[in-house]
């Protein structure tokens, strides 16, 4: 009588792996094998609890638990041994589909039966496979024991507690820890590379509640009991080992169904609701009912190769199975690393016969635990093989003593321990086979004494960079006093009450969270109310003490803290505009107000000191009883248009000018030029955006050209008198250098006989021949060829005196040449 084959089949949350766990406890012996190191261990530690320690084994690829009396075995898939038991049971079995590992499930599928009852654990996927593999199963059906349904998309900072945060790299899952400590306190961390020592003390801080969240990777969907109520994807999208690739809608299941615990509801969703990262509507549909495509192949390889040779067996392990639903596997890393080593003759020398052969075999079978890549692990597994293929046959004592020694040190961060774990599995699972070492089970003791030192280290350094301790006790804790509930202001403004968002403060101003809703939240807002009053006030008082450097001028905002307290507005005049402080400061009261507004108008007089001397002197004159209307008038012209003005416009201001007036107008700073009135300090970068920002609280709004701009296109923004830019053809150059070519034309004049300018000067600029000759008859001089025809000439064009026009002033070259452009 064949023994009994039961295949239980359903979704997440169907107590599946506690039923095949209580059947195995009701036999004499049994054998399960698990996808996972972490989910043997959670079932081994279940069942030494009801069988005792004496009598069950934990078998793994790089951990050995065997007890003289064991009966129970808990296993990988890989590690299952080869003896029988009365009982056996599969895990997971739908992974016989898995590209790398899947043909090992298959093999245990079709080739492990118990004495008398074997049973097989999946998703309601793997139905067809079992019809078709094993026909005389028996298929039973487990519904899921709660409902799982779809949340939407919710971001990090509103996850409900008590949720699972799963991605699909260990950057991405630091990545989410980090900012769920900065947000919410903290998360635990859960990996499949980690160490079950480090697993458990990590989940254990989540079922305890010293953390409400956790991140984890696909790690997560195979079996790991934890009390979580929603999933939440920072992804869809995996690499798989060959490529990045969507999540079939059986793997978000999987993931998605460890919400919910026993006949407690569970949710699911993701970060964003658009884009690759979100779920289609028929994905979430086919979540929710449980229905997914079925399987329709599981990946095949040969389970007992021929050892003869390497040939044999090479080929034995790339034979094709016969047509149906097992299809060959795709090359794994073993089988790789084999045909690797094959290619060298020291290797096939040394493989003649078939206990090297399996020795070989067994060699190329070392996992590639720290993911190196198949070179570098081809090359460690080459050294390996030497050592096992020579002599003794043993793997010498001072390589592995030196290697395991290198790792034996808890220094460094989180990544750091993480690789050593990982190389440090590789030794492990080296010392753990029979016959490779002179003293197997010393060093197996030796690697799991440094696994556990450093999952120790990693479990605090993991708590120590993704937890925050100090996060304060729970409302429940505290009572419904609000008063006493801590409001804490994160770095980027954002204002937490015992872990809840509730709002942003930004500089004075705070903003409610759009969802703050409900008696709950009016609490936590009442408790912010109050506690916001200190930190606006310590906000003020910084303010009133700030240096000056802390302000800044944002068009007609002054900016301080990166946030605007005020701005300017049209005044007495443009060099003493108005200050308005900006309404987020209404919630201080009078007397903080009237301090922040005293500031900041000293910071305004400063800037104008600094930057704008001229402009503060030029609305002094203007308004000056004891000075002639003509300087008023100048004066005013250029206080209106900030320190710059045309000249035509003001020509017959200009010539009644005084000397003491020309003279106080260059003491306040005011170049009198050929063509145009001006401060030349006014165009420097810092200066010309205070008096932008000056002219704009005026309402005359000023595009400035980029900084150092010294010639532009006509039709550049800033390209214009206003800013500072003479337009002359096809350019505009800036005023000062339009006089510095004034000096230069005056100086290489020479009567009124014509005369030729340096061409060097105009050249350097960069201006073009058709603005070099407006310029010249801007100033008063036409042009014509010389005799040689090699240059251009100048020489004055007559003008009609006037008895009104005075001597041009000696003092003033600028005035000297506009004299000479008159009478020339």
Request: charged content about 25%; proline content about 6%.
């Amino acid at each position: 009588m064949n023994p009994a084959v039961t295949a239980v089949l359903g979704p997440t949350n169907t107590g599946k792996t506690h039923l095949a766990v209580e059947r195995m406890c009701g036999h004499s012996s049994g054998i399960m094998g698990f996808p996972l190191r972490l989910l043997a261990r959670e079932v081994y530690d279940r069942v030494v609890a009801i069988k005792g320690a004496d009598r069950v084994a934990l078998v793994t690829g790089e951990e050995k638990i065997v007890p003289k009396d064991a009966r129970w075995f808990l296993c990988t898939a890989e590690s299952m041994p080869d003896h029988d038991g009365a009982f056996v049971a599969l895990d997971e079995a739908q992974l016989g589909t898995d590209p790398e590992r899947g043909h090992v499930f298959t093999d245990r599928l079709l080739r492990r039966r118990g004495r008398e009852e074997t049973m097989i654990l999946g998703s309601e996927a793997l139905r067809p496979m079992i019809r078709t593999l094993i026909p005389d199963a028996e298929i039973v059906a487990r519904p899921r024991f709660s409902t799982l349904t779809y949340a939407g998309a919710k971001k990090i900072s509103r996850l409900p507690k008590r949720s699972a945060i799963v991605a699909f790299s260990a950057e991405e899952v630091y990545a989410v820890a980090e900012m769920l400590r900065r947000l919410r306190g903290g998360a635990a961390v859960v990996m499949g590379a980690l160490s079950p020592r480090t697993r458990n003390a990590q989940v254990a801080m989540f079922q305890a509640g010293e953390v409400d969240y956790l991140v984890a990777t696909d790690a997560i969907g195979m079996g790991l009991n934890m009390d979580v109520a929603h999933v939440a994807f920072a992804g869809l999208n995996k690499f798989d080992g060959r490529r990045s690739r969507r999540l079939t809608v059986a793997e978000m299941a999987q993931i998605a169904g460890r919400a919910g615990r026993h006949q407690r509801d569970g949710s699911f969703g993701a970060l964003v609701e658009e884009g690759p990262g979100a779920f289609l509507p028929e994905e979430v549909l086919a979540i929710e009912e449980h229905r997914f495509p079925r399987l329709d192949h599981l990946c095949w390889r040969e389970g007992d190769p021929d050892l003869t040779s390497i040939d044999t067996l090479v080929a034995d392990l790339e034979r094709r199975p016969p047509p149906g639903v097992l299809r060959a596997a795709p090359q794994s890393v073993d089988l790789a690393v084999l045909k690797r080593l094959a290619e060298e003759h020291w290797v096939r020398d040394r493989a003649r016969h078939p206990a090297m052969v399996a020795r070989l075999w067994a060699a190329a079978g070392v996992p590639d635990f720290a993911k190196l890549g198949l070179d570098p692990h081809a090359r460690f597994v080459s050294r390996l093989f030497g050592h096992l293929s020579e002599g003794s046959g043993h793997i010498p004592h001072q390589w592995f003593a030196d290697e395991i020694a290198r790792l034996d040190t808890v220094a460094g961060d989180v990544e750091t321990l993480a690789g050593r774990i990982a190389a440090v599995r590789t030794w492990a699972y080296i010392a753990n086979r029979p016959n490779w070492l002179a003293e197997p089970a010393h060093w197996a003791d030796r690697t799991r004494q440094i696994e556990e030192r450093l999952s120790d280290a990693l479990h605090a350094s993991l708590t120590q960079r993704f937890v925050d301790k100090r996060t304060t006790a729970l409302i429940r804790q505290i009572g419904v006093d609000a008063s006493t509930l801590p409001v804490v202001i994160g770095a980027e403004g954002e204002v937490l009450v015992e872990d809840h968002p509730i709002g942003r403060l930004d500089g004075f101003r705070f903003t409610v969270a759009a969802d703050a809703r409900g008696a709950e939240k009016r609490m936590l807002l009442a408790a912010a109310e109050k506690r916001l009053a200190s930190e606006r006030t310590r906000r003020v008082d910084a303010l009133v003490a700030a240096e000056d450097a802390g302000f800044a001028v944002a068009e007609t905002a002054v900016v301080w803290g990166g946030h605007p307290v005020a701005r300017l507005a049209a005044g007495v005049s443009v060099a003493r505009p108005r200050i308005l402080l900006d309404r987020d400061l209404d919630c201080l009261d009078k007397r903080q107000r009237e301090a922040a507004l005293d500031r900041i108008a000293r910071w305004v007089a400063a800037m104008s000191a600094q930057a704008s001397p001229a402009l503060v002197a030029l609305a002094g004159a203007a308004r000056d009883p004891q000075a002639t209307p003509a300087l008023r008038v100048v004066a005013a012209a250029l206080e209106a248009g900030g320190g710059i003005a045309a000249r035509a416009p003001l020509r017959s201001s200009l010539d009644t000018l005084g000397p003491d007036e020309r003279k106080r107008l260059r003491t306040i700073g005011v170049t009198i030029g050929a063509i145009d009135l001006f401060d030349p300090r006014l165009l420097k970068p810092r200066a010309a955006q205070w008096r932008r920002a000056l002219l704009a609280a005026a309402g005359r709004n000023l595009m400035l050209p980029p900084d150092g701009a010294t010639v532009l296109p006509r039709t550049a923004p800033g390209a214009t008198l206003a800013a500072g830019f003479r337009p002359f053809a096809q350019q505009a150059v800036r005023i000062d250098l339009v006089e510095r070519l004034a000096r230069a034309t005056h100086d290489a004049r020479q009567g009124r006989a014509p005369f030729a300018t340096d061409p060097a000067l105009a050249t350097s600029m960069g201006l073009e021949p058709a603005t070099i000759e407006r310029l010249m008859a801007e100033l008063g001089f036409r042009s014509r060829k010389s005799d040689e025809g090699d240059r251009w000439i100048w020489q004055g064009r007559r003008a009609p005196r006037t008895a009104a026009a005075p001597p041009p002033d000696p003092g003033n070259a600028f005035a000297a040449l506009a004299g000479l452009v008159r009478h020339g």
